[in-house]
């Protein structure tokens, strides 16, 4: 069966170590690949999902130890949204509260129990509890106990002017669909309950644009099964809505085109292959610093300017 929805999603953090004991110590995440910015490559790109870093589950980071904070506004991702079992979110406001993690109190949104918090970059996130995700596989490798543990993503809401001709691509050329409106949200889904499978837009028109730095997302991905999958998508954005992409780049796990949507949020297309296990075993995923080929002669160059992690 091809899934639709979330790949994955990409931020700009600040300091590397910080960033990897927030994300495997305190939420729980596997960090799956260690490797660099292949555009920048005297800094990280980090990525943290589920055992096998499965698409939908992964949340990427270039972390840049000085970085300027971010400021939220309209063409950006507001909040990255993950999925948990319904009766663990009682497990994570305590978790919180011991951790120090600023978190905001429980709400409703179409119907479910929402957990909105921060990153120590201010990254907005939030966990949903769900009911019938108790048996999805969970990462047991944290001291996050397998039946409170996340199970990918849940969502990502978008902060736009307009909803409707970012929701004519969501729609047209990533298979969502608009299923619920509730105040100024509008809810897009994919209908088959798949990690990564709901997109929001938070309507606010009037708002400044955005400002890129640390705690914002740089890009969200959605999945194309393999390279005819994508090559479909390019076309139909280009038929249909007047949109050229960039070129296919090869980023190893996974081969990506990028473009700007109508409402200025950066869209990529991933392929779900080749994964994660693609250059190491998944038995040992994210522990040795892997460098695609064009980039191995300058390894010991690379390795001498990047800061420890662990």
Same mark, same amino acid.
């Given at each position: 069966? @091809? #899934?639709?929805?979330?790949h994955? /999603?990409?931020?700009? &953090?600040?300091?590397?170590?910080?960033?990897?004991?927030?994300? %495997?110590?305190?939420?729980?995440?596997?960090? /799956?690949?260690?490797?660099?910015?292949?555009?920048?490559?005297?800094?990280?790109?980090?990525?943290?999902?589920?055992?096998?870093?499965?698409?939908? %589950?992964?949340?990427?980071?270039?972390?840049?130890?000085? /970085? *300027?904070?971010?400021?939220?506004?309209?063409?950006? %991702?507001?909040? $990255?949204?993950?999925?948990?079992?319904?009766?663990?979110?009682g497990?994570?406001? #305590?978790?919180?509260?011991?951790?120090?993690?600023?978190?905001?109190?429980l709400?409703?949104?179409?119907?479910? $129990?929402?957990?909105?918090?921060?990153?120590?970059?201010?990254?907005?996130?939030?966990?949903?509890?769900?009911?019938?995700?108790?048996?999805?596989?969970?990462w %047991?490798?944290?001291?996050?106990?397998?039946?409170?543990?996340?199970?990918?993503?849940?969502?990502?809401?978008?902060?736009?002017?307009?909803?409707?001709? $970012?929701?004519?691509?969501?729609?047209?050329?990533?298979?969502? !669909?608009?299923?619920?409106?509730?105040?100024?949200? @509008?809810?897009?889904?994919?209908?088959?309950k798949?990690?990564?499978?709901?997109?929001?837009?938070?309507?606010?028109?009037?708002?400044?644009? &955005?400002?890129?730095?640390?705690?914002?997302?740089?890009?969200?991905?959605?999945? !194309?099964?393999?390279?005819?999958?994508? &090559? &479909?998508?390019?076309?139909?954005?280009?038929?249909?809505?007047?949109?050229?992409?960039?070129?296919q780049?090869?980023?190893?796990?996974?081969?990506?085109?990028?473009?700007?949507?109508?409402?200025?949020?950066?869209?990529?297309?991933? $392929?779900?292959?080749?994964?994660?296990?693609?250059?190491?075993?998944?038995?040992?995923l994210?522990?040795?610093?892997?460098?695609?080929?064009?980039?191995?002669?300058?390894?010991?160059?690379?390795? *001498?300017v990047?800061?420890a992690?662990?």
């Amino acid at each position: 069966m @091809v #899934h639709n929805g979330i790949h994955h /999603v990409t931020a700009i &953090a600040g300091p590397a170590r910080r960033n990897v004991d927030f994300y %495997t110590r305190v939420l729980g995440l596997r960090l /799956v690949k260690k490797t660099v910015n292949f555009d920048d490559p005297g800094s990280y790109h980090l990525y943290y999902g589920d055992e096998h870093g499965g698409p939908g %589950t992964i949340l990427t980071f270039f972390p840049w130890e000085h /970085v *300027a904070p971010g400021r939220l506004g309209i063409g950006e %991702t507001q909040e $990255t949204v993950f999925r948990v079992p319904e009766g663990s979110i009682g497990y994570w406001t #305590h978790r919180f509260v011991d951790k120090g993690v600023a978190h905001q109190a429980l709400e409703k949104r179409f119907g479910e $129990t929402v957990l909105s918090f921060k990153d120590p970059d201010g990254m907005r996130l939030a966990l949903v509890g769900l009911p019938g995700i108790e048996a999805e596989p969970a990462w %047991t490798g944290s001291d996050v106990p397998a039946e409170y543990a996340i199970r990918g993503f849940h969502s990502v809401s978008l902060l736009l002017e307009d909803a409707a001709p $970012t929701g004519a691509i969501l729609t047209d050329v990533f298979g969502f !669909a608009e299923a619920a409106r509730e105040g100024s949200l @509008v809810r897009y889904t994919t209908g088959d309950k798949v990690q990564g499978g709901i997109v929001d837009i938070r309507i606010a028109g009037g708002f400044l644009p &955005a400002r890129m730095g640390g705690g914002s997302v740089h890009h969200v991905a959605f999945r !194309a099964a393999d390279d005819a999958a994508q &090559a &479909a998508m390019v076309s139909k954005l280009a038929d249909n809505h007047g949109i050229q992409t960039t070129e296919q780049k090869d980023r190893n796990y996974f081969r990506s085109v990028y473009f700007r949507e109508p409402g200025r949020v950066l869209f990529e297309i991933a $392929t779900d292959e080749p994964g994660f296990a693609a250059d190491e075993p998944v038995e040992s995923l994210g522990e040795a610093l892997k460098l695609p080929p064009f980039l191995e002669p300058r390894r010991q160059d690379i390795e *001498a300017v990047l800061p420890a992690v662990a």
